[in-house]
């Protein structure tokens, strides 16, 4: 990739369903946080940023910590802090809890990017909006929204020129599902055991 790409990792969820901080759990010999910023290291953008409401605990981590900036309005304000922060003109935004992110997936999603204010994924009949590119201009209607209290991404989404991508890319070899793939309860810990365990790319 290029230098106006930024990596965001968004790790302020309450991991209600894993019943502890998920990006700390283990994944094989290393947290989970760990395993999806191995993977945004293979794109080689700008930086990387972790958007998170208690930044003492990522410090340890390469990557430069923000502030998440208000409490409980989800993704949609980790979006808009990440954008303030960043000097790119595009984010790359992830969850913190997706280790198996393909980097090939990402390149060619980036090249799906033309005059769209978003390239977003759209997978087993969900749009991936944590698994997507988003140009810096999405700050102003996304602010907006925030500013009725309302915080729901798919409404995000509405407000902007996006373009959704229900294929994958040529050729793709990486366990499509894989790469959208998230660890929210113990069980999809479990899961990510075995693809792990079983992974060409770990």
């Not at 790409?5 to 947290?31: H, I, Q």
């Not at 980097?103 to 033309?114: D, E, H, K, M």
């Amino acid at each position: 990739m290029v230098n106006d790409v930024t990596c965001v990792v968004l790790a302020g969820g309450e991991s209600r369903r894993m019943g502890e901080n998920k990006a700390f759990v283990m994944l094989g010999d290393k947290p989970l946080i760990t395993h999806t910023l191995a993977r945004l290291s293979q794109l080689d953008t700008a930086e990387t940023l972790i958007i998170t409401r208690n930044p003492s605990q990522y410090t340890h981590l390469e990557a430069r910590i923000i502030q998440d900036e208000g409490t409980g309005r989800g993704p949609l304000n980790g979006i808009c802090s990440a954008i303030k922060h960043c000097n790119t003109e595009y984010i790359f935004v992830v969850a913190c809890d997706m280790p198996f992110i393909n980097a090939g997936w990402v390149r060619w999603l980036y090249a799906q990017r033309s005059n769209y204010d978003a390239v977003v994924p759209h997978f087993d009949g969900y749009p991936q909006s944590l698994h997507a590119l988003y140009q810096r201009r999405c700050s102003e209607p996304f602010a907006a929204q925030i500013s009725l209290n309302n915080y729901r991404m798919e409404h995000a989404l509405e407000k902007i020129n996006m373009h959704f991508i229900y294929d994958a890319p040529p050729r793709a070899n990486d366990h499509h599902s894989e790469t959208f793939f998230n660890v929210n309860t113990p069980e999809d810990l479990s899961h990510a055991r075995k693809i792990l365990e079983s992974s060409p790319l770990k």
